[in-house]
């Protein structure tokens, strides 16, 4: 099912309009019909292993912090699953510098500031979020106000406390972000984070990504000399001597980097997607079709619409290998088909013209399939010759092939071993 306006997922969430489209699935603002609320929900489109995983993970880490975007639920149904988040209007980092092109310094260091204590809080928590980036950096718009930076997607994120669901050794992140211990397979941890938080910094001072890893170019003249060296060390190579998320928020505390209200400069940071208002959402109501109702699952209490589907699966594979376990079709016989009855005649009597044969010799084209050779019938679902032996046991058994011919087991009229002979 490919998830379309209007559309009620899960009988809870009506879907109003797409919000964006990435490699996963897509992003939507939807209607929690239940709580009366305008949510975005991400929507994911493909079901395998590592999207479930991503989805997991994302939904795993619940970090309550005011910089740091938290799922507020899930649904799923069919093949699709669903989760919602509070609607973020203004956009991404990466849309602002694509936008205005080089920040403001004080702004960066605003930015950086609340992305630090987003991570701070992240960190605390023992997980890494492995992808910080300016497209995973979201903005609550404010016209011309300080900025408010929330850190979203956590699909790759790892709690170091538990279970690692990565191979060891796979490099997980964003090339221009990726810390050069990372990129070399070096396990996930928050130094890595700092590094890529740096690179952002950098990125929106300079409107594009660091060309190369680890090496920072010269200061412009309009960049505060306490920024630049903050971020020439969270650039650096060895993640050990990288400050930690706490020691860089108290370095932005320098008296050169204070906000203050002409900090924005030219920038503004207006909502990219219209808030949906009452009376919006009133219009809206009023102006598109009836929905259209998909499928609903009955409502169960402790058992959402994937688990039901991943237990009835896993109960109907194994009701299929019960089944194969005891019927095991590969040890019957191959079944083969009888050609039609003929009797049987010997070899001297078969190469014999018939009396109804033409004089020239030719013999007229048979309309019937030939007859097996000579001495040989099919048994059931075996083919057996006359005159094979069969087991004392089966003595009297009587078999008809599928052509109709009849045989049975018996003994030999002077005695011996039984052997399988024409009925009658």
Known sequence: ???????????????????????????????DERQQRVVAAKVLRQTDAASLLRFVREQATRVEHPHVLTPLGWAGEDDLVLFTMPVVEGGSLEDVVRRHGPLPPLLVAELLRQLLAGLGAVHDAGVVHRDVKPANLLLRPTGADRPHLLLSDF???????????????????????????????????????????????????????????????????????????????????????????????????????????????????????????????AAERSTTPEPTRVRQLPARRGRPAVLVALLTALVAGAAVALVLALWRPW??????????????????????????????????????????????????????????????????????????????????????????RRAG
């Open 1 to 31: 099912m490919e998830p379309a306006p209007t559309t009620v997922f899960a009988g809870r969430y009506r879907l109003l309009d797409l919000l964006g489209e990435g490699g996963m699935g897509t992003v939507w603002r939807v209607v």
């Open 155 to 281: 699909g790759v994120a790892v709690d170091l406390a538990g279970p690692r669901l990565t191979e060891t050794g796979a490099v997980v992140g964003t090339p221009g972000y990726l810390a050069p211990e990372a990129a070399g397979g070096a396990g996930p941890a928050a130094s890595a984070d700092l590094y890529a938080a740096g690179q952002v910094a950098l990125h929106l001072l300079t409107g594009a990504p660091s060309a190369v890893p680890a090496v920072l170019p010269a200061r412009p003249d309009r960049v505060p000399e306490p920024l630049w060296a903050l971020l020439a060390d969270l650039l650096r190579a060895d993640p050990g001597a990288r400050p930690t998320a706490a020691e860089a928020l108290d370095r932005l505390r320098h008296p050169a980097l204070t906000w203050h209200p002409d900090a924005l400069g030219e920038v503004r940071l207006d909502a990219v997607t219209p808030p949906l208002g009452p009376a919006t959402r």
């Open 331 to 420: 040890d019957q016989p191959v079944v083969q088909e009888d050609a039609e009855p003929r009797p049987s005649a010997s070899p001297a009597a078969s190469s014999a013209p018939s009396p109804s044969e033409p004089a020239t010799g030719t013999p007229s084209t048979p309309s019937t399939p030939a007859a097996p050779s000579s001495g040989s019938v099919e048994v059931g679902r075996v083919v057996t010759r006359v005159g094979q032996p069969c087991e004392t046991a089966e003595l009297g058994l009587a078999e008809t092939t599928l052509t109709g011919v009849d045989v049975v087991c018996r003994a030999a009229a002077g005695g011996g071993d039984p052997a399988w």
